[in-house]
């Protein structure tokens, strides 16, 4: 019986119970404890280029198929998280399993694909991923590399991704809507911006996160409603060292300059971090949020 018929009956329903924003915050909290509880396992080892896969693959190779990682996903309209996501599966099976450079290609390609029926309610196809890759490899080479992946990882694909906490931040940070969309946009280009780069891999997903949102809300010169400082706040929700999240800022603010520098002086480089796609309409893409953050 809905309430307008229960009025017309002279029935009293209990009063509609509202949602307390002291609830949603300590709900929050309890959240963000969970998964700072269970990033320790999904981090990679931070030395595997040197001990697993003995210096026969480099940084830069690293970074080069994490920008074709990048435009699969640009290309396809892919959800902001699965691109951490699947670099973060990537790192681990190379944590785990030596993988020759001619196979690394297909290795991404299927982290990808692992990667996006976890988190996309339309996982990438195999033979799409194929096709982007110019035919590097038939989708039973994808399938096959898929299981390994799987069996490696023990199926342990439920990872935090550096935006898991981000959204779970938005809610204990003093800030408003509209802050908070602002920030979102900028803190996103920045996590999408680390997975570029080797170094960060010794970081968990928590600290990069809050490093992340800090980098964007002192770079707009942004004030929280009740005057603190964001990195306290932001060190206290993560119980991080003060100075590891300092550190991860600043590389964070490093790279974001290295970027921009680059996207300055029309580098090729600059160009596939982008996506490098003009038949692609406007989006509102972490990458093309780089453009114009700070």
Known sequence: MDRHSASLCCIELPPTRRSNPR???LDGRRVMENLLGSEDRVIPNPKYIEMVQQSRMTEGMRRQVVEWMLEVCEETRAEDILLPLAVNLLDRILSQQFIDRDHLQLTSAACLFVASKVVQAEPLEAKQLCIMSD???MPSFLTKME???????????TTATPLNFLDLMYGLLPVTEDQIRIVKKHATALVTLTCFEYRFIIYPPSV???AAACAAIQGMNMQLSNGQNPVVVLQEVTRTDLEILQACQAQIEE??????????DGSGEADRLRGNNDNLPETDTPTE?????F
Do not use: C, G, T
């Open 147 to 157: 299981l390994i992946i799987l069996d490696r990882l023990k199926w342990d694909l």
């Open 208 to 210: 990069i996160a809050a």
């Open 289 to 293: 949020a780089l453009e114009s953050v």
């Open 255 to 264: 790279s974001l300059a290295r970027h921009l520098s680059l996207m300055a």
């Open 135 to 137: 035919n590097a490899f």
């Open 23 to 25: 609830d949603r915050m």
